[in-house]
């Protein structure tokens, strides 16, 4: 019985927790129906507003494309009115011209018709007029035009004899005004220098001791020193101050760095000298190469061959009549450039030109050439163009001139060389003499250097101890005295000096 009642009350008690559960249940489900009912109206009035805004958004687009279709269609009949418009004005003067036209038309051939009547009674008139003048001059009216022509013809020649004569006269007048006028301001706008280079440099140094160790022990640092750069050096009581004389100023540029060097150092011996004066010999040739160099970048001259641009260089150590041979050349470019810029001519090759002018003083073999022909040929090796070569080797007349440069260059090299103070031929016979001095003693076999000294009054003849031995010094010595007697022109005596030594030299490892 009470197993009966308790499985009566487990079955009462499942019921009513399902009964409770179910309740539950269906409360929570009619709840999230709710809240779903509600979300889903809430997501519906927010896509209602979507495409509220949407539509408004596309009819506000359409309608702006509208009012802009209307305005284009609007301004596109007001173009075709006013289009119209002009094409009946058009029309109207068209027609308007064209009535005018026609009056005008009729107007000229009345005219026309007075004018060929009136042109009938001028012809008549005219034939009445010339059978009279016929009958009254006894010529026919073809005799009467013949003498008229000829008479007129007499006239306007000799009228025109005159008028060609004043021309001319005026033309000459007028091209030596405007050639003096050139000339005269080409000089006036380029500064040059008047100085003249002499022959002589003057070393300063700090303290008279330094001579003693410049002459050395028995003279023979500075008999060395003159043996290597064939310079004299003159040590006499001038305080502080030690005079390099030679004629080449490569030379006496080579001595004075020479004795700087020697002097800075303080090691000053036959050796070292030897040493210090080939090493300043090689910066020489480095310096003539960078004032070639700077001289064609100052005068804005490219594109030259290397070895001209040495020979540019060398012209700092040469001279013409006294007048340094680079600054010459520097003067005759600027004189050629301004005047060719007178004249309408190009400037750049006209300073090219008067640059190269004369680099047929500085070659290194000086054949027996015109300095002007052989810097022609220098300038064509070194292919330079034709009319810069002509300019070159025709500024002396040794060539036909066959372009307007030689001519310039030819004026420029003159107004250079002739301005005061610029050359002296004393000057450039002097060194011409010491030159030919020099070359003489080089001619004969055996010399290795030889060194005009004391102004031309001293030749020194260095020659090689394995081609020529003591006696033949002595005639060597003899037979250059004669020959320098019977070919040379020179004032008072020259002493000839022949050197021949002998070294052994050796190194310790």
Request: hydrophobic letters at 40%.
């Amino acid at each position: 019985m009470q197993i009966v009642l308790i499985i009566g009350a487990l079955i009462a008690g499942g019921i009513i927790s399902a009964l409770g559960l179910r309740f539950v249940t269906n409360a929570r489900f009619k709840n999230i129906i709710k809240e779903a009912e509600a979300e889903a109206e809430v997501i519906k009035k927010n896509k209602m507003l979507e495409v509220k805004e949407k539509f408004l958004s596309l009819k506000s687009d359409l309608e702006k494309q509208v009012t802009q279709r209307n305005s284009k269609i609007q301004a596109t009949e007001s173009k075709l009115k006013q289009r119209e418009l002009q094409i009946n004005q058009r029309l109207e003067d068209l027609q308007r011209k064209k009535n005018e036209t026609i009056a005008a038309k009729e107007n000229l051939d009345v005219q026309m018709e007075l004018i060929e009547k009136k042109k009938g009674e001028m012809e008549k008139l005219h034939k009445q007029e010339v059978e009279r003048l016929e009958a009254l001059s006894g010529l026919s009216a073809e005799e009467a035009k013949e003498r008229l022509t000829e008479s007129l013809k007499e006239e306007a020649k000799t009228q025109a004899a005159s008028f060609i004569n004043e021309i001319m006269d005026d033309a000459k007048m007028q091209a030596n005004k405007e050639a003096k006028r050139i000339v005269v301001q080409t000089i006036q706008r380029v500064a040059t220098e008047t100085a003249i280079e002499n022959a002589v440099t003057v070393f300063h140094i700090d303290s008279d001791e330094i001579k003693g160790r410049i002459i050395g022990r028995e003279g023979r640092n500075i008999r060395a020193l003159e043996a290597a750069t064939g310079i004299e050096i003159i040590v006499d009581d001038t305080p502080e101050a030690i005079v390099l004389s030679g004629f080449d100023p490569v030379r006496r540029e080579i001595a004075r760095l020479s004795l700087h060097q020697l002097v800075t150092d303080g090691r000053i011996h036959p050796a070292r000298i030897e040493e210090v004066v080939a090493k300043v010999r090689k910066q020489i040739e480095e310096e003539i190469l960078e004032t070639g160099k700077r001289t064609t970048i100052d005068l804005g001259v490219h594109g030259l061959h290397p070895e001209l641009i040495r020979m540019v260089g060398r012209m700092k150590y040469r001279s013409s009549y006294g007048q340094n041979l680079l600054q010459h050349a520097r003067e005759t470019a600027n004189l050629c450039a301004t005047m060719a810029s007178e004249l309408g001519l190009n400037p750049k090759k006209a300073r090219r030109a008067g640059l190269l002018h004369d680099i047929g003083k500085v070659p290194d073999d000086e054949p027996e050439l015109p300095h002007a022909l052989l810097g022609m040929k220098l300038a064509e090796k070194y292919k330079e163009k034709p009319e810069i070569c002509n300019a070159i080797g025709a500024h002396h007349d040794e060539c036909e001139m066959q372009t307007l440069l030689a001519p310039i260059v030819q004026v420029c090299d003159a107004i250079s060389g002739a301005r005061p103070g610029a050359r002296r031929e004393i000057v450039e016979a002097y060194i011409k003499r010491l030159n030919d001095l020099e070359q003489l003693a080089l001619s004969y076999p055996g010399v290795l250097k030889t060194y005009a000294i004391q102004a031309g009054r001293e030749l020194r003849v260095i020659v090689g101890a394995d081609k020529i031995d003591d006696k033949e010094t002595e005639s060597l010595s003899n037979d250059i005295a004669k020959k320098i007697q019977d070919e040379m022109t020179y004032p008072g005596q020259v002493k000839i000096t022949v050197i021949r030594e002998t070294r052994a030299v050796s190194y310790a490892k």
